[in-house]
């Protein structure tokens, strides 16, 4: 079985027509005066599922995530969460928590009482409450300090109290606002794995909101892409990457080349574009009308870089000119200036420490690709 | 250390003895013993039992405290919510021309504040008297709270409010758990000011004050026409002693916050 990203599946509710997404935005438009900030936007999120909500500052995600906590109201359009119409119901009696991008943890109380604090709006019994809030701060390895507040914690250790809070509750759903944005690049790689596994360890569904692909990539599920109040695409991250639905995806999640052209030929799972440096034949179920132009995109891992011409120059190959050589450590980055002066990035992986006669600035070199390698765009 | 240069040492002493001689003149004559104000004719404190004696002026100083504690605690109160208002509710239709009205006050001479409340009152047929003036300082000083409170609202972040009602507290209860623990100290320096204000204040008082209901500053300034009694310097005396503590409390609080909030954070990078 073929599979997209080199991932094998076992959860996928999405794919299955039988089962009921647990949270749907169906047709929900969100107004700031004149500016609208979600867009007549349909989305279903599943039982359990790690969804991300992607895009850069001012896509709508951010809106969409405060209506399903309930700090907004939606313009139009409902949000049905386990069957039932949450529009209307003000936050305190949702059965959503969700975790601050501020972490906004009360500065009067110390992490024990923050932790509690849901608990005890409820009316839980003091025992119980106590036992809960060892349970949390077990969980968040901050047992030895119940009895500080929160100036007295670190960056990573407040926002491990303010995800204990959030959790305490034992929420439907937990929301996550750019949870991991506040930390530094190693703290956050560490939590994000923290936080996968502490949502299968849950069973919950984690909806999260974050403008880092790679953040998203790592965690979700699933991702839906936005831009200007709706979703471009909702898919897996390994299918928004090797298979986005539009130029913006594309563009957005990781680098791309795009090749443009004029479609020659298309049908049968097959589409020849030509008109740019290269001739393109790509393996697709897009059937764009010949005649019409075209985008083809590609990672830049997925071209390949020789010093031979391969073995059908005429097709998927282009020759080209060195200009720019990044060595990154793990990989390295090739600008390759084809010959109508497009240029084209490769990346290259660096599996050897020694490479014999390696490429150099100048050299002239083919540029190739395999059929399955990209994506036609329709656009 | 910086030396002190001669200059230096001159503008310093002739600042201060700019601001306190006369201050000091007056504590000095409370513990006169001559009944002349400006006579010394050695060390007294007659003039403090006499004070104690001198029912006029107890009567005085108990309305003014009556005056100033309740009406500081209402101002306090509105002005409290006044600033909630103008800070959280951006969007309500004339927040500007609002916003605009509650500061008036701070800029309105207090002859205009004070006639224009005796009109009010005597339009209403409102007997004046302890009510008035009440109502009247809760109008001074309501706005001083409305700033006071305000400025620290403005950087209050509100997804700690948030925060509460996502963890099911209702509003009140977030207000109340949440918010007011947070800006107390705005609120109480805004009582502070609000007592302090209604404590010293006379052009209004005399407005809208009536029989029975004489405040202190009202019976010194009275008492004065008729010519400076020690009497009076005890009593001045004993206000700046109330104002002073008060002053050196509120320093001493602030200076053990700031020192426990550089505690805390000593102790948060030891604790990473």
């Known amino acids: 079985m073929k599979s997209l990203g080199n991932i094998r599946r076992s959860f996928a509710p999405w794919a299955d027509p039988q089962s009921k997404p647990f949270i749907s935005f169906r047709n929900i438009t969100k107004k700031f005066g004149d500016f609208t900030a979600v867009d007549n936007l349909t989305l279903d999120i599943y039982h359990r599922e790690f969804f991300a909500l992607l895009g850069a500052s001012g896509c709508g995600k951010s809106t969409l995530l405060r ?13 049905i969460l386990d069957g039932q119409d949450i529009a209307a119901i003000p ?59 929160p100036q007295q914690l670190s960056g990573g250790q407040r926002q491990r109290v303010a995800l204990a809070r959030s959790l305490a509750k034992r929420p439907k759903v937990l929301l996550l606002d750019e949870p991991l944005g506040a930390l530094d690049k190693k703290l956050r790689e560490e939590t994000q794995f923290e936080l996968m596994d502490l949502q299968q360890q849950l069973g919950l569904t984690f909806v999260v909101v974050t403008h880092d692909q790679e953040e998203a990539m790592t965690m979700a599920d699933r991702i839906a892409v936005m831009s200007h109040g709706k979703v471009v695409q909702v898919a897996t991250p390994a299918e928004i990457y090797e298979a986005p639905n539009s130029r913006f995806v594309a563009d957005f999640i990781g680098d791309v080349n795009i090749l443009e052209g004029n479609v020659k030929a ?82 290259m992986l660096n599996a050897q420490r020694e490479v014999e006669n390696p490429i150099g600035y100048d050299e002239k070199v083919w540029v190739s690709f395999a059929e399955t390698a990209g994506v036609v765009l329709r656009d | 250390m910086t030396r002190w240069s001669r200059f230096n040492i001159v503008s310093v002493a002739l600042g201060f003895a700019f601001l306190y001689l006369p201050i000091v003149l007056l504590v000095v004559f409370s513990f006169n013993e001559s009944k002349l104000v400006t006579v010394w004719a ?122 509460a009602l996502d963890l099911g507290a209702t509003p009140l209860r977030t207000f109340f758990e949440v918010t007011l623990p947070i800006i107390a100290p705005a609120v109480f320096s805004g009582w502070v000011l609000a007592f302090t204000l ?29 010519g400076v009694t020690p009497e009076i310097n005890a009593a001045c005396t004993l206000l700046i002693a109330l104002v002073a503590i008060g002053v050196v409390i509120a320093s001493i609080v602030t200076k053990q916050r700031e020192l426990q909030r550089q505690r805390d954070e000593q102790a948060a990078v030891a604790g990473r």
């Open chain 2, 42 to 163: 050695g060390f007294s404190t007659k003039w403090y039992v006499s004070l104690f004696n001198n029912q006029g002026l107890m009567d005085a100083a108990w309305v003014t405290i009556r005056v100033a504690l309740l009406s500081a605690t209402i101002a306090t109160v509105l002005g409290t919510m006044a600033a909630l208002s103008l800070v959280r509710y951006t969007r309500f239709r004339g927040r500007m021309l609002f916003s605009g009205m509650v500061y008036a006050p701070l800029v309105m001479p207090e002859v205009i504040t004070g006639l224009s409340l005796l009109l009010l009152f005597v339009a209403i047929g409102f007997d004046r008297g302890f009510w008035t003036v009440t109502l009247a300082h809760i109008t001074l000083t309501m706005c001083f709270v409305a700033v006071v409170v305000q400025s620290r609202l403005l950087s209050f972040d509100r997804s700690i409010e948030e925060a």
């Open chain 1, 91 to 149: 936050p305190y009696k949702r059965p959503v928590n969700m975790m601050f991008q501020s972490y906004a943890l009360f500065p009067h109380m110390t992490v024990e009482s923050n932790i509690g604090f849901g608990l005890r709006q409820d009316g839980m019994p003091k025992a119980e409450i106590g036992e809960r809030v060892q349970q949390m701060l077990k969980l968040v390895k901050l047992e030895q300090f119940a009895k500080r507040k």
């Open chain 1, 67 to 79: 209506m399903l906590a309930g700090f907004e109201r939606p313009t139009s359009g409902e949000i």
């Open chain 2, 198 to 226: 209604s404590l010293d204040d006379l052009v209004i008082a005399s407005f809208t004050s009536g029989p029975g209901a004489t405040t202190l500053p009202m019976k010194i300034y009275s008492q004065v026409r008729l």
């Open chain 1, 266 to 347: 298309a049908g049968n799972g097959r589409v020849e574009l030509a008109g740019g440096d290269f001739t393109v034949r790509a393996v697709s179920d897009a059937a764009p009308s010949v005649g019409t132009s075209a985008a083809f995109a590609i990672r830049p891992e997925k071209l390949k870089v020789s010093r031979t011409a391969p073995a059908d120059p005429a097709v998927n190959t282009s020759e080209g000119e060195i200009w720019d050589i990044a060595y990154l450590g793990d990989m390295t980055v090739l600008h390759i200036k084809l010959p109508s002066g497009k240029v084209v990035k490769t990346s």
